[in-house]
């Protein structure tokens, strides 16, 4: 299980260019899946029949895709110019190690020496003008001769666990990722879930959730249950207002009731209620209405019952999150439960 | 083992001003290997000491082997870790690293940030300032209590990353890479003939007020002192009259602080051994282990020579390994004839 994930964060998928974690995913679903596909967009689809006619459809989703940036420039010194890909604070990127294109061309971003500065220039963050990716090349030309303006380049993280805490990168959403591999993994050979499960792994959540918009029309599903690696805010806040811990760590999975695109259906939020409390899982409620999911573009095409159940993380889109074991264990272990006893839905 | 893999080893070990013990002895390991003699004293500087073919004099190497760091100063109820800097910090840079807290256990942990999504729009123009920073290790606040105290030291944990064309990015590199070229230096002395003592000093506590090298220089009483240090290298934006670029060799500088004499012999040296070095001019003594080098016992001639680096004082401190071993190329040979510059210098 943590081996998973541990493949699942390590790997590049920029949004836009998902290619080796597509790759990653397919490879760890194929014996627990009937079939598999992707399309044009580069979203990924395994199929896993239970084998009764005209059984529901639930669609299980999480996004694949992860912040990065895009290089669009390079000084006549050999330093990369680049453009953020989905939502960084520029703030969090200075000093700071990345890794670009299929190569994964090593580089950083530097900062002036506090010995340089004067006193006020500390006071105001280092605009995403002044920022710039150095891999070390002597000039343009040896520059452009290791990396080429479009390509993608993400955070040199790799994960690792301490205790019972996973550190990694991008558990937005390889978080989720995971998860529904352990819904395709997660039955008894002479087990069926009792509805056909579509999971797809979307690409482009991070810049519009692009990717999930063509899925309603593509798969018609009955239901749609996304999994996400989501904000969690139990930490110390210097300006000590109230931030609405969005969500905690080690109380276990959160249902969302409402975010930025979605309101939970309500029947599916009691399901999974029911069975977190059958099933002694802890499990709590996303408490800030920011965010949005894939779900958003999905449910109101032709109106499809949706919810949202997330993993807490704390420092998403930064170079390394925080996870607690256990909560993943137990999104996994509630999102498993939940469709066995799917027949109580429906 | 090669001048990469030393390197390697030398900035992954853990060194902040006043705890040098893990630095200290993998640096006289290096030392032992090339040297006749190697020792750490009660402070943490290291000594090698290399005996010469009459040994009618000493060179010592001052090369500090501390690094900046963090110190435990708090930790809340929930176990969150609050600190105070050791050395001198950008608090900018501090945001979103890995640090590894030295307590009875070593932690891992990241200095804590909020995500865009939970944000207000006037948050992104301020820095937070380092008081109220933090350290998250995800722990228990049981195991936290357990196993870190109020003034355990804390490291960034990064490890040295290869990039192109010879460079490498990693903390710690100011001023390990220092020490890199004494070992280098070393190497390249196992070849050459040379008449007095060598002695190489990774010096403790220089961030905090340049002591070590204070403390060594006085115990040593050597004829001639070198410092190596590193010095500003180019980077976007930065004043070209302040830095040097990587790769165009080690600079040699010039200024008060350095005996004008074997200054313009090294330099000779350089020229006629065809060995790229540059220049930086330092109007005012300070900065360097050479602030007290310079001054300490009766007084020593120190010269001074610096590695170019990117992004001083962050995690990703740039160097081009070509001007390291530039560097002790030229240190090699001015060692083998200081006897003789001495003389033609002497008052």
Known sequence: MIDLLEKYSNAFGVSGYEDEIREVIKESLKDNVDSIKTDFMGNLYGYKKCGEKNAKKVMVIAHMDEIGFMIDGVTKNGFLHFRRVGGIDPRILVSKRVLIGKDKIPGVLGAKPIHLQNRSEWKKPIPMQKLYIDIGAKNQKKAKSYISKGDYATFNTKFEMQEDVLFGKAFDDRAGCGI???????LEDDQHYPVDIIAVFTVQEEVGLRGASVLAEREKPDYVIAFEGTTAGDVPDPEKRDQSPSTQMRKGPSITVMDRTTIGFRKLKEHFERTAEKNNIPY?????????TD??????????PSIVISTPVRYIHAPRGIMALEDYKNTANLAINGLKNFKEVL | MSTREILRSLTESSGISGDEFEAAEVIRKFFSQYSDE?????????YGIKKGAKSNGKIMFAS??????????KIDKNGFIYFVPIGGHDPRVLLGQNVEIQ?????KGIIGSVPP??????????????????????????FIKENVSIGDSIIFDTSCVKLKDDCYASQAMDNRAGVLVLIEVLKVLSNLKHNWDVYMVGTCQEEVGVRGAAMSAYEIKPNVGVVIDVTFGFSPGSNKYEVVKLGNGGTIAMGPNFHPGLTDKIKKLAENWEIKYQETFIPRPGGTDAYSFQISGEGVPVIQMGIPLRYMHTTVETLNLKDIKRMAKILALFVSEVDKYYKEVEH
């Open chain 1, 284 to 292: 709590q409620y996303k408490r800030s209405v920011t965010g949005g």
């Open chain 1, 295 to 304: 779900i958003g573009v999905i449910h109101t095409k032709g109106g499809i």
């Open chain 2, 64 to 73: 500090h082997l501390d690094q900046i760091g963090l110190m435990v100063n």
């Open chain 2, 103 to 107: 307590g009875k256990e070593k932690i």
């Open chain 1, 180 to 186: 529904i591999t352990e819904i395709l993994r997660g």
């Open chain 2, 38 to 46: 190697a020792y750490i004293d009660k402070f943490n500087n290291v």
């Open chain 2, 117 to 142: 999504h939970l944000q207000k729009p006037k948050d992104r123009k301020k820095v937070t300032p380092l008081d109220d920073l933090y350290i998250d290790t995800g722990l228990k606040a049981d």
